[in-house]
């Protein structure tokens, strides 16, 4: 995977890692002066570590000037979502496996951070719900933009967020549901917690877990760097 790793230097590193993920890909943590964005800055000052990644056919995946506008599928005599995804994942499926590879590699690097935290904003989010319900209690911390995203929304199943079965068992909100009992900050939801999410914590024992935010794009990611480190 195509890295970029920002290291504290104003002071000492605090052994926190944050996995910032951007539907940009690793260009998104930088400004339009190819400064560290905000919330980056944010956390460095404090004294964590920020890593960030190309996934699956974003950033350096791509040759320069290309676009990525639908999953790639075999070839096939009619549309039919069978002939590739009875086979083959879909790039969203793909995705979750290199943020994956990231907390793996990160959580075995020999730096040995003492806590690994995840974010997932400008379309990154619902990639980050699905790799947190996965990674348990090897990420400490995840905040997820999920922009109001559902996946009952999505009109192709060539579409890079398309997943089968996604809508039948819950859509993004089941995938959220999932992190309980872990600590997760939701934004993009109207600052609402959705049901599911607050069911799920509930039943886990741990309400004051599963919380929510309300504020525009920029504004999430501020609360989200805020929250990581508290």
């Known amino acids: 995977l195509p890295i970029i790793s920002f290291y504290?230097?104003?002071?000492p590193w605090n052994n926190h890692v944050v996995i910032w993920?951007?539907?940009?890909?690793?260009r998104g943590v930088f400004d339009s002066a190819d400064r560290p964005n905000p919330p980056v800055r944010?956390?460095?000052?404090?004294?964590a570590s920020v890593v960030s990644a190309d996934l699956l056919y974003q950033g350096e995946f791509l040759a320069a000037e290309q676009t990525f506008d639908a999953m790639p599928v075999v070839k096939?005599?009619?549309?039919?979502?069978?002939?590739?995804?009875?086979?083959?994942?879909?790039?969203?499926?793909?995705?979750?496996?290199?943020v994956l590879s990231l907390i793996s590699w990160i959580r075995n690097d020999d730096h040995a951070p003492a806590h690994v935290h995840l974010v997932g904003?400008?379309?990154?989010?619902?990639?980050?719900?699905?790799?947190?319900?996965?990674?348990?209690?090897?990420?400490?911390?995840?905040?997820?933009d999920t922009k109001g995203f559902r996946f009952a929304n999505l009109r192709s199943y060539r579409d890079a967020n398309f997943i089968p079965g996604a809508v039948k068992y819950g859509d993004l909100p089941a995938l959220l549901?999932?992190?309980?009992?872990?600590?997760?900050l939701i934004a993009g939801e109207q600052g609402a917690t959705p049901t599911a999410v607050s069911?799920?914590?509930?039943?886990?024992?741990?309400?004051g877990n599963g919380n929510s935010v309300k504020g525009n794009g920029d504004e999430n990611a501020m609360h989200a760097a805020n929250w990581l480190l508290k």
Do not use: M, W
């Open 21 to 26: 993920l951007d539907g940009r890909g690793k």
């Open 8 to 11: 504290p230097t104003a002071r």
């Open 76 to 98: 096939n005599p009619r549309e039919f979502a069978g002939y590739t995804l009875g086979y083959n994942h879909t790039v969203f499926a793909r995705r979750v496996h290199d």
């Open 121 to 144: 904003v400008n379309g990154a989010g619902p990639i980050v719900a699905a790799a947190r319900a996965i990674a348990g209690k090897a990420v400490d911390r995840a905040a997820v």
């Open 177 to 184: 549901a999932l992190s309980a009992p872990h600590k997760l």
């Open 199 to 207: 069911a799920a914590y509930q039943a886990a024992g741990k309400p």
């Open 42 to 47: 944010q956390l460095l000052a404090r004294g």
